[in-house]
């Protein structure tokens, strides 16, 4: 069992940047891939970017690509999102997640999701 808590969201101007924090419960997280989903009203969940258990590899959404970062810290059990140079289209709640299955930009592969942050990003 893994229990996920979300952190750092809030309230930013276009060009600004924000970081997220998602801290895990349990001796386990560093078996465990995560990733950063988005969903905003009206629209699907989106996977923005995930990493794998030993932090080598990544995966990033075409739109956050170059702005956001994704990073880990299996010490601390704690994920991170790096957003910089956010848009208005970013606005959304962001929620993490922990999987063990292939296909990281596959929400049905996560088990385990936290409560979610709201993001907003004005113009």
């Known amino acids: 069992q893994v229990q996920l808590v979300e952190s750092g969201g809030g309230l930013v101007q276009a060009g600004g940047s924000l970081r997220l924090s998602c801290a895990a419960s349990?001796?386990?997280?560093?078996?465990?891939?995560m990733g950063w989903f988005r969903q905003a009203p009206g629209k699907e969940r989106e996977c923005v970017a995930a990493?794998?258990?030993?932090?080598?590899?990544?995966y990033y959404a075409d739109s956050v690509k170059g702005r956001f970062t994704i990073s880990r810290d299996n010490a601390k059990n704690t994920v991170y999102l790096q957003m910089n140079s956010l848009k208005p289209e970013d606005t959304a709640v962001y929620s993490c997640?922990?999987?063990?299955?292939?296909?990281?930009?596959?929400?049905?592969?996560?088990?385990?999701w936290g409560q979610g942050t709201q993001v907003t990003v004005s113009s």
């Open positions: 997640a922990a999987g063990r299955q292939a296909n990281y930009n596959d929400y049905t592969t996560y088990d385990y």
């Open positions: 349990g001796r386990t997280f560093s078996t465990y891939k």
């Open positions: 990493i794998n258990w030993s932090g080598r590899y990544t």
